[in-house]
């Protein structure tokens, strides 16, 4: 059973907006928090965002001022609502999800969504 599926990437114009939805399979308060990772083209995954528990946000340089995580928990749902695209945004986008251990953070991801930005 996937663990997060995620959708609304798109192709789009610099300028342009999308909002990614990230549906999980079990309560969202699960995870100690969520977010988003994106890996453009040959690459590294990179943060973007992400929410806690407790409702802090956390935002990569890249997006604060664009980007906006949010979550709607009767759906258990993430979305991050992108403004002002900018090619450089463009990249398969993943959502996480962190879980306390005894020690560290066990990580969890979906499979990714593809975001495009191109005049």
């Known amino acids: 059973q996937e663990q997060f599926v995620e959708s609304g990437g798109d192709s789009v114009q610099p300028g342009g907006s999308l909002r990614l939805s990230c549906a999980a399979s079990?309560?969202?308060?699960?995870?100690?928090?969520m977010g988003w990772y994106r890996q453009a083209p040959g690459e590294q995954r990179e943060f973007v965002a992400s929410l806690t528990q407790s409702d802090i946000t956390k935002y990569a340089e890249s997006a604060k001022g664009r980007f906006t995580i949010s979550r709607d928990i009767a759906k258990n749902t993430v979305y991050l609502q992108m403004n002002s695209l900018k090619p450089e945004d463009t990249g398969v986008y993943y959502c996480?999800?962190?879980?306390?251990?005894?020690?560290?953070?066990?990580?969890?991801w979906g499979k990714g969504t593809l975001v495009t930005v191109s005049s």
């Open positions: 079990e309560s969202i308060f699960s995870f100690y928090s």
């Open positions: 996480n999800g962190k879980r306390a251990t005894v020690t560290n953070f066990m990580d969890y």
